[in-house]
């Protein structure tokens, strides 16, 4: 099995546009389909993020102190706003999976496996 982070892409205006009404019926679409990975077993790890504006980039690479920025590390429209971790057989499932996350959120879902971990060292 691999493990995919399915990350949900919007921007803020957009959300700032939906109403109240539908914003609750994409809350509650979104539970239906974290309680489905959940009965599918292939539910790893997902949650909701707070705006961009919340953001904070740490630089510590080359630097004895961390040098620390406000605000997101790319300055884009469209942030990740929430994500899933799902552990599934295949590319193809896990795009099966994001095109129903896809409906429930009602916004463009990203889909990445994660590496595999090199083997051990003896």
Same mark, same amino acid.
Request: proline content about 6%.
């Given at each position: 099995?691999?493990?995919?982070? $399915?990350?949900?892409?919007? %921007?803020?205006? +957009?959300? #700032?546009?939906?109403?109240?009404?539908?914003?609750?019926?994409?809350?509650?679409?979104?539970?239906?389909? %974290?309680?489905?990975?959940?009965?599918? !077993?292939?539910?790893?790890?997902? +949650? !909701?993020?707070?705006?961009?504006?919340?953001?904070?980039?740490?630089? #510590?690479?080359?630097?004895?102190?961390?040098?620390?920025?406000? +605000?997101?590390? $790319?300055?884009?429209?469209?942030?990740?706003?929430?994500?899933?971790?799902?552990?599934?057989?295949? /590319?193809?499932t896990a795009?099966?999976?994001?095109?129903? +996350?896809?409906?429930?959120?009602?916004?463009?879902?990203?889909? /990445?496996?994660?590496?595999?971990?090199?083997?051990?060292?003896?």
């Amino acid at each position: 099995m691999t493990q995919y982070l $399915l990350s949900v892409h919007g %921007n803020e205006e +957009g959300y #700032a546009e939906i109403g109240p009404e539908q914003m609750q019926e994409m809350f509650t679409a979104v539970d239906q389909f %974290n309680q489905r990975l959940q009965a599918d !077993g292939v539910w790893v790890f997902a +949650g !909701g993020l707070e705006g961009a504006g919340t953001a904070a980039v740490v630089d #510590a690479h080359d630097q004895d102190s961390p040098v620390v920025t406000d +605000g997101p590390y $790319l300055e884009t429209k469209e942030h990740i706003g929430g994500f899933w971790v799902i552990d599934v057989p295949d /590319r193809d499932t896990a795009m099966e999976y994001a095109a129903a +996350g896809s409906r429930a959120c009602q916004g463009k879902v990203e889909v /990445r496996p994660f590496q595999a971990e090199p083997p051990a060292e003896a």
